[in-house]
């Protein structure tokens, strides 16, 4: 299902509305949602593919696709054999929180989203502040100050329910402010159980586009010269500081100073300003 707001819709069942009923036993029914079953890995993996593609998203200054909505997958598990319920495990995607400097120059639908967004992940964070004082010993967990607090309330309420809190971050200077709010935002709702960890290498790095697809204005300095050269429009020094997320600020004209000289300049910005909006394209089906 999907949370945008006050609305809850099922996004694998046409977007109808979805009703979060309390059960006696302390668990939410997702009422009028979508139940798929599946048998394997790869029915699970395009279950959720599915959803995803149904998930409202929108252009902001600092996002082409930025989800505007909690995305919540329930994943109840059984044993086959014996037809003996396991356990249900419960994965969010919630929002990215927004800046007020972000959203100052949104309309007033994507400012009230963000206003929402924000409300729902201060909710989340109020309900894991006080799991991890003790619960209802110092008081009731407030799971009904949002919906997305409402469907995990068996999780912020029951004792043996464990969490885990997982953040997105950009290796990109450009994006080292808002990676730095991620963990802040982290660190907030799990301080009680923060930890020094190790640092440790889990993959070997590549700076080759091709074994790395993302979107263009992800691509660090290096990427973008790889994709420029394997695509034939590396013709002079382009200058350090300028990674695929500035080329995909730039005009034509901008691109034509910066990559190109000589006769034929303008048609080959042009080649190059479209080859690159191609390129996000194909990564944005692609995933």
């Known amino acids: ?12 069942g046409g977007g109808g509305d979805v009703k979060l009923v309390d059960q006696e036993n302390g668990s939410v029914l997702l009422l009028n949602s979508t139940s798929v079953k599946t048998q394997s890995p790869e029915e699970l993996y395009g279950a959720i593919l599915q959803g995803k593609r149904n998930r ?31 356990g249900v495990l419960t994965l969010i995607d919630c929002a990215g929180s927004e800046r007020r400097n972000d959203s100052l120059y949104h309309s007033c639908d994507r400012q009230k989203e963000s206003n929402e967004i924000n409300s729902s992940l201060w909710a989340l ?19 009904r100050s949002s919906s997305l ?18 953040g997105t971050i950009a290796p990109n200077a450009t994006d080292t402010e808002h990676s730095i709010d991620t963990l802040k ?38 990427q973008l010269l790889e994709w420029l050269r394997s695509n034939q429009f ?8 300028i990674d695929g997320k500035q080329a995909m600020k730039m005009g034509r004209i901008q691109l034509q100073h910066a990559f190109f ?9 042009d080649r190059l300003f479209n080859a690159l909006r191609a390129e996000k394209d194909k990564v944005s089906r692609s995933g």
């Open 1 to 12: 299902v999907e949370l945008a707001g006050k609305r809850c819709n099922d996004l694998l």
């Open 56 to 86: 409202a998203t929108a252009s902001t200054d600092k996002n082409d696709v930025s989800s505007r909505s909690h995305a919540v997958c329930q994943i109840t598990m059984t044993d086959a054999s014996i037809q003996t319920f396991r």
């Open 125 to 143: 964070k109020e309900c894991l502040r006080a799991r991890a004082s003790g619960g209802s010993k110092n008081g009731p967990v407030p799971y």
């Open 149 to 166: 607090t409402r469907i995990l309330r068996e999780s912020l309420e029951r004792q043996d329910a464990h969490l885990c809190v997982i």
């Open 185 to 222: 935002t982290i660190t907030h709702l799990i301080e009680e159980k923060m930890e020094e960890m190790k640092t440790r290498e889990v993959a070997e790095p590549s700076n080759r586009v091709q074994n790395c697809p993302r979107s263009p204005k992800n691509w660090s300095h290096q």
């Open 234 to 241: 590396l013709e002079k020094r382009v200058p350090d500081h």
């Open 261 to 269: 000289t000589g006769e034929g300049a303008n048609r080959k910005a």
